[in-house]
C-alpha cells in the first residue's frame, strides 16, 4: 500500500513546473498489518488491521454523516486497491 507524507508532497508540489504530472510515493510500500504494527508501537496499545465490508464503510460514512455518494465513492477506491486497478 503506497504512501507519501503530506510535508514530501507539498515539497515536490513546490520544486516541480505545475505543468508537469508527478508521480510521488514513499521509498517503500507497507502492507496493512505493518502499518496495523506501526500505529500499534505509536500509541502502545493494540491497532489491528481489520477487513471492511461494503456494510462497514456504508455505516462508517452514516456515522460521520457524509453524503452516499462519498461512501460509494471510498468503496469503488476499496475494491479498485483490491483487485489492483488501482497501484
Not at 30 to 44: C, Q, R, T
Not at 45 to 70: H, L, R
Request: hydrophobic share 40%; charged share 25%.
Amino acid at each position: 500500500m503506497p504512501h507519501t507524507a503530506t510535508n514530501d508532497i507539498g515539497r515536490v508540489a513546490n520544486e516541480v513546473d505545475p505543468l508537469v504530472i508527478v508521480e510521488v510515493e514513499a521509498p517503500e510500500s507497507y502492507s496493512p498489518n505493518e502499518i496495523a504494527k506501526i500505529l500499534s508501537d505509536i500509541l502502545g496499545k493494540s491497532v489491528p488491521a481489520t477487513v471492511m465490508s461494503e456494510d462497514d464503510v456504508q455505516a462508517f460514512c452514516i456515522k460521520c454523516e457524509w453524503p452516499k455518494v462519498t461512501a460509494d465513492n471510498w468503496i469503488e477506491m476499496f475494491k479498485g486497491f483490491n483487485d489492483a486497478t488501482i497501484c
